[in-house]
């Protein structure tokens, strides 16, 4: 049984535990949070832009600590699960690998490269195991893109597009701070920069034009290009001001034989509740001007954190290699986004 510790009692934090409770083989037997409330099961406050809403927890069993360092000296744990904000991921990182334990961390895998760097060499010098939650390429639509890409069997890739749009996350007071989450840049757009390095390796050179906010990419699309000079990548991402839309995502994959596409978003349906729906099923269209549906599930984003989970669950004891959740795929999402945010410059 591997034995886990969650630092970080938000959101995700909340997703993280729910999705363990459902898995073999692995338990939550430690959390740590700053707030009492939640350390007594009160999580009702919490809420995200998909998924489960907050409520009471029963976390009889399970040990609570105030501080990280706490949990990682004392609790019997063999994963930290480090669900914090943004600025907080390599110093808890590191200090868990130095105590020896493996560590799982929420994207972004920090603030920038050269705290990547460090929890890389942290991990190298503990010999203990450090995976980054990105968890887009588990969601049915991302697994399907890259099981198509990958086979070869339409040919070469030749260029993609990518959205991820949000409503302005107005509960998340700290979202706006360069130096706690990073706006959407990299609490965001990250996603497809991870999914961008899956797909077509580092970009040579980035071009970037959109908004700011606090001195941070608000919104904007960037154009990616790569050494070969044969492939392009655009990417459109950041916030908007009108609720009505709370969460779009979608992408268009372009290879010799086939293109995949898909859309979806969250949208309010006018009586106060939200509905998420295919604004483009996913479709793969042909050299033979056929259009096929895959079958892909009922989309439940739930669905996607379990199978990352699970996959983590079979990397510690080493069933499993990393895969998408390696750290240096992780560290290299964090270039790109700072290759872009370098590049902001206004239309």
């Known amino acids: 049984m591997i034995r886990v510790g969650i630092v970080g009692v938000g959101f995700m934090g909340m997703v993280h535990y729910l999705t363990y409770l459902k898995l073999l083989g692995i338990e939550v037997v430690a959390i740590c949070d700053?707030?009492?409330?939640?350390?007594?099961?009160?999580?009702?406050?919490?809420?995200?832009?998909?998924?489960?809403?907050?409520?009471?927890?029963?976390?009889?069993?399970?040990?609570?600590y105030e501080s990280a360092e706490e949990l990682i000296a004392e609790a019997n744990v063999d994963l930290i699960d480090i669900t914090l904000p943004?600025?907080?991921?390599?110093?808890?990182?590191?200090?868990?690998?130095?105590?020896g334990r493996h560590v799982f961390c929420?994207?972004?895998?920090?603030?920038?490269?050269g705290d990547c760097d460090r929890m890389l060499q942290a991990a190298i010098d503990s010999d203990r195991k450090l995976l980054i939650g990105h968890v887009?390429?588990?969601?049915?639509?991302?697994?399907?893109?890259?099981?198509?890409v990958h086979s070869g069997k339409y040919g070469k890739i030749l260029s993609?597009?990518?959205?991820?749009i949000i409503?302005?996350?107005?509960?998340?007071?700290?979202?706006?701070?360069?130096?706690?989450?990073?706006g959407p840049m990299l609490d965001l757009h990250v996603h497809d920069a991870h999914f961008i390095r899956l797909l077509f390796g580092m970009p040579s050179r980035v071009t970037t034009r959109g908004s700011q906010r606090n001195g941070l990419a608000e919104h904007w699309s960037s154009l990616f290009e790569f050494s070969?000079?044969?492939?392009?990548?655009?990417?459109?991402?950041g916030v908007i001001n009108q609720q009505g839309r709370p969460f779009l995502h979608g992408f268009e994959i372009q290879m010799e034989k086939a293109t995949l596409a898909f859309?979806?978003?969250?949208?309010?349906?006018?009586?106060?509740?939200?509905?998420?729906?295919?604004?483009?099923?996913?479709?793969?269209?042909?050299?033979?001007?056929?259009?096929?549906?895959?079958?892909?599930?009922?989309?439940?984003?739930?669905?996607?954190?379990?199978?990352?989970?699970?996959?983590?669950?079979?990397v510690i004891p080493g069933e499993l290699t990393a895969g998408v959740l390696a750290c240096d795929l992780a560290r290299d999402a964090i270039q790109i986004c700072q290759m872009q945010s370098d590049n902001l410059a206004f239309p």
């Not at 943004?86 to 105590?99: T, V």
């Not at 929420?106 to 490269?113: G, I, N, S, Y």
């Not at 509905?275 to 996607?304: F, W």
């Open 106 to 113: 929420e994207k972004p895998m920090a603030m920038d490269v």
């Open 263 to 314: 859309d979806f978003a969250v949208i309010d349906s006018g009586i106060g509740e939200e509905q998420g729906r295919y604004l483009c099923k996913p479709i793969l269209l042909d050299s033979r001007g056929h259009a096929t549906y895959p079958s892909l599930g009922n989309g439940d984003p739930m669905h996607a954190f379990a199978a990352e989970l699970e996959h983590v669950s079979k």
């Open 167 to 182: 409503s302005d996350p107005s509960w998340l007071t700290d979202y706006w701070k360069a130096d706690v989450v990073g």
């Open 34 to 64: 700053s707030n009492r409330d939640r350390l007594n099961g009160d999580w009702s406050e919490i809420q995200g832009n998909f998924g489960p809403v907050g409520q009471k927890m029963d976390l009889t069993g399970i040990l609570t």
């Open 160 to 164: 993609g597009s990518f959205k991820r």
């Open 228 to 237: 070969d000079g044969t492939v392009h990548v655009l990417a459109t991402s």
């Open 86 to 99: 943004p600025a907080m991921h390599a110093e808890i990182a590191i200090k868990a690998l130095q105590a």
């Open 136 to 148: 887009l390429p588990f969601n049915p639509e991302y697994a399907w893109a890259l099981q198509e």
